[in-house]
């Protein structure tokens, strides 16, 4: 089915350790984003692709990296990973404003930092 | 800065209830306005939206009035059933180039036959 498939569902981290989430679309949309969800404050911004080659910071880019490594794939990585860090991932994508056309959302990415 | 606040809940209601879940915002000049749905471990849904003032977005059931004149934009539905559970949050785009969504708190509803 078309869709934003993201890779891993769980994932539980050491303080310190490293690793990479993986976003990937399907349905040739331009723009990527990844949001964070912690209770009680919703979803927030981490860093988001406009399109293909250009990446920006979100609400809560600090302890993230990203990578748009094609049109598709959008990654998310953690240098170092902190117990602040232990969240609800969330990869998005639109086709081309998401103001204007909405997002696609992936199953998202439970995170736990120890 | 712009900003969403709905109500938190939980929210319960019985089967055949009506449905309100408010929200408002603050915004620079004219926002588009949305509300998500998420079902329990899944992600979230685009539900409805509206892009200007009076529109009316609907979906499933539920409809969403753009009050440009009181900044909400609040949920209805007259008659909820039990596969309505979820979590409900109401977003907002604006700026020159509307290409991020700020989302509210969320607003977890449950529905008991």
């Known amino acids: 089915n078309a869709g934003v498939t993201q890779t891993p569902k769980f994932q539980v981290l050491k303080t310190g350790q490293s690793m990479t989430l993986q976003c990937a679309q399907d349905m040739n949309h331009n723009s990527m984003y990844w949001y964070r969800q912690d209770p009680g404050m919703g979803l927030r911004l981490i860093y988001y692709s406009a399109s293909e080659g250009t990446t920006d910071k979100g609400e809560v880019p600090n302890g993230y990296n990203v990578s748009r490594l094609n049109k598709r794939e959008f990654s998310l990585r953690l240098e170092s990973a902190a117990p602040s860090q232990t969240s609800v991932y969330f990869c998005?994508?639109?086709?081309?404003?998401?103001?204007?056309?909405?997002?696609?959302f992936g199953s998202g990415t439970r995170l736990t930092v120890v | 800065g712009d900003s969403v606040t709905q109500m938190e809940g939980p929210v319960t209601l019985s089967e055949e209830a009506f449905l309100t879940i408010n929200c408002t915002y603050t915004?620079?000049?004219?926002?588009?306005l949305f509300w998500y749905v998420q079902y329990p471990g899944e992600g979230l849904q685009l539900l409805l939206k509206a892009t200007k003032a009076d529109d009316k977005g609907s979906n499933k059931g539920f409809e969403a009035t753009y009050r440009k004149e009181t900044t909400s934009f609040h949920l209805e539905k007259g008659s909820v059933q039990v596969s309505d559970s979820a979590v409900y949050f109401c977003a907002l785009s604006s700026g020159t180039s509307y290409d991020k969504v700020i989302f509210g708190p969320g607003t977890s509803l449950s529905v008991i036959p």
């Open positions: 998005a994508s639109s086709e081309f404003r998401a103001g204007t056309y909405g997002y696609t």
């Open positions: 915004a620079t000049g004219y926002p588009s």
